[in-house]
């Protein structure tokens, strides 16, 4: 049963209004995670469990035989795809996820497709995916409507799971997950996250990753963070705030070079232009947050450069060839933390840990 939260037949209203930690207990069934729509759902013991179950996967998944079991972990549950917002690697990685543990997909990308050109409301629309599917997948424009899909589907006869994929300029849960993976499998040998500079570079304000990546590095200890982005564009009050109640130390800037020496891993974000409602993008100049083949020197030896991707001119495709450059494995980290989500939610995970000490890949 879902959580004993008495928000059957609230109005969307009323139940938007709901403070975060009211609406994580909503999230979970029987006390696990089954909706995954917010980086606060997640404290450091379930990160850890999640990077635990993406590693024995992504280790089984090197044999053949490793593959073929995996193939075998979930073949009678399906999958719906509703990516009606443009995405490469979210909706690949989760496809791919989906294709590794033997799920079935189905997918709308273009609502013109689908009958909500005809007027049926998103409220029917999401019903209608739950009576074919077990869990729905869902990036889309508008802030609040994956937590809307699960208020929809819990008031009604058939609540499957729901992942946001990416909502508006609020957040992206699944990105901060597969980043916090990323980072720990490169701390790993250097205590983990904890103590470490994180340095989010670019369009700070309306970047989902970075909103949901500050939540989720609340959980560790001794972070700082440094915000580094022009003021029109800084991280916003909600996310400062938080950090401040968690007593987690960051500073705003206003020029990468002043972070390249201190940063143990370097953020970069694209400026976010499509949500732009004046083109008021063009106006800034943005040559203080982009790294080129110049930048490196300053970097520390040991530090990482990520960035969720896409990029535009924000990292000189040279800095690639950089053994610190880091966003091409981390998309494909992407792939094995969403998998792990899977896992998690359909209840697998002690079947997957227990497969791989057996066969001690
Ligand atoms: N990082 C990310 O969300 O990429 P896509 O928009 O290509 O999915």
């Not at 077990?134 to 609040?144: A, C, F």
């Not at 720990?184 to 909103?211: E, S, Y």
Request: proline share 4%.
């Amino acid at each position: 049963m879902k959580s004993t939260l008495n928000v059957k037949n609230c109005s969307w209203d009323q139940f938007a209004s709901l403070p975060t930690a009211q609406k994580i207990e909503f999230f979970k069934k029987d006390g696990r995670l089954y909706d995954v729509l917010i980086s606060q759902q997640f404290n450091r013991e379930l990160l850890e469990e999640l990077i635990n179950i993406a590693n024995a996967t992504r280790r089984i998944a090197k044999t053949k035989e490793g593959m073929i079991w995996l193939k075998n972990l979930l073949p009678h549950k399906r999958a719906m795809l509703y990516f009606i917002q443009p995405s490469t690697r979210t909706f690949l990685s989760f496809l791919n996820a989906c294709h590794i543990l033997g799920i079935s997909i189905s997918e709308v990308r273009d609502p013109s497709t689908s009958s909500e050109v005809k007027g049926e409301t998103y409220e029917d629309t999401i019903r209608t995916f739950s009576s074919y599917v077990d869990v729905i997948i869902m990036r889309h424009p508008q802030e609040g409507y994956s937590e809307k899909a699960t208020w929809v589907l819990n008031n009604s006869d058939r609540p499957v799971p729901i992942f946001n994929a990416g909502s508006g300029r609020d957040q992206h849960p699944t990105q901060a997950l597969l980043d916090i993976y990323t980072l720990h499998r490169n701390f790993a040998k250097r205590g983990g996250i904890d103590g470490k500079t994180i340095a989010m570079v670019g369009d700070l304000q309306r970047g989902r990753t970075v909103r949901s990546l500050s939540y989720l590095l609340s959980n560790y200890e001794d972070v700082t963070l440094y915000f580094v982005a022009p003021e029109r564009f800084q991280m916003k009050e909600d996310i400062k705030s938080f950090l401040e109640k968690k007593d987690i130390s960051y500073h705003e800037v206003d020029n990468i070079d002043k972070i390249l020496g201190k940063a143990d891993a370097v953020y970069m974000t694209r400026i976010q232009d499509e949500h732009d409602v004046s083109g008021e993008s063009k106006n800034y100049d943005y040559s203080n947050y982009r790294i080129g083949p110049e930048n490196l020197s300053a970097l520390k030896e040991d530090a990482i450069i990520m960035h969720p991707l896409p990029r535009r001119n924000e990292i000189d495709p040279i800095v690639d060839n950089d053994p610190r450059a880091k966003y091409w494995r981390q998309e494909r980290n992407g792939m094995w933390i969403r998998a792990a989500l899977l896992i998690k939610v359909f209840n697998v995970e002690e079947s997957v840990i227990e497969y791989y000490d057996s066969t001690a890949i």
